[in-house]
């Protein structure tokens, strides 16, 4: 099982940007699927949840309103799109496996990661 | 939000130590806690789910325990490649949040 994410990069405050996450090696469809972002020095921070059947969609309080999470289950895709982008927002963005497809779960696969930026 | 809070911050130990990291936590958890390791550039990697079942996989030295508020990750012997950061994490309820760490360093 592997999930690799993609899109990070360096974006001034206000604009936007989408991460991508491929997964492979599992049954992509049957499981809920999160993004988990971590700042600089700091513990984990979990974001967003998409349900296997995209039934159930839940936030972080920090990015509810700003961010939205999507997937495409045909082409075991999942998606972060990012709006109106702030400072603290910069971190390492993971995307994550649930272990039994519940959606309140542990992780049990992560991503590599990417790097979100945003600076003046 | 659920509160987790793990201690100690830092924990200086030596090859072959038993190392115990706590997670305390603002609300009744029941068993709903995991824990993680992860090295520097690295995602985290899973460790434990449910308080005390290790994922398949992982090393025997690794055990962790508790109920309700207060939770224990021990290694048994530490060995070097042990020497990481460590996570908890409580999914009880939403928002999942994590501990702020604690780094075993030798």
């Known amino acids: 099982a592997q999930l690799t994410e993609s899109g990070g990069g360096v974006v001034r405050p206000g604009t936007t940007l989408r991460l991508s996450c491929a997964a492979s090696?599992?049954?992509?469809?049957?499981?809920?699927m999160h993004w988990v972002r971590q700042a600089p020095g700091k513990g984990p921070e979990w974001v967003a949840v998409l349900a296997h059947d995209e039934s159930e969609e839940y936030y972080g309080d920090s990015v509810k309103g700003r961010f939205t999470i999507s997937r495409d289950n045909s082409k075991n895709m999942l998606y972060l799109q990012m709006n109106s982008l702030r400072i603290e927002d910069t971190a390492v963005y993971y995307c994550?496996?649930?272990?039994?497809?519940?959606?309140?779960?542990?992780?049990?696969?992560w991503g590599q990661g990417t790097i979100v930026i945003v600076s003046s | 939000d659920i509160q987790v809070t793990q201690s100690p911050s830092t924990l200086s130990a030596s090859v072959g130590d038993r190392v115990t990291i706590t997670c305390r936590a603002s609300e009744n958890l029941n068993q709903w806690v995991a824990w993680y390791q992860q090295k520097p550039g690295k995602a985290p990697k899973f460790l434990i789910y449910k308080a005390s079942v290790l994922q398949s996989g992982v090393s025997s030295r690794f055990s962790g325990s508790g109920s309700g508020t207060e939770f224990t990750l021990t290694i048994s012997s530490l060995q070097p490649d042990d020497f990481a950061t460590y996570y908890c994490q409580q999914y009880s309820n939403y928002p999942t949040t994590f501990g702020q760490g604690t780094k075993v360093e030798i």
């Open positions: 994550a496996k649930d272990r039994l497809g519940l959606v309140l779960d542990a992780f049990d696969i």
């Open positions: 090696g599992f049954s992509f469809s049957s499981y809920g």
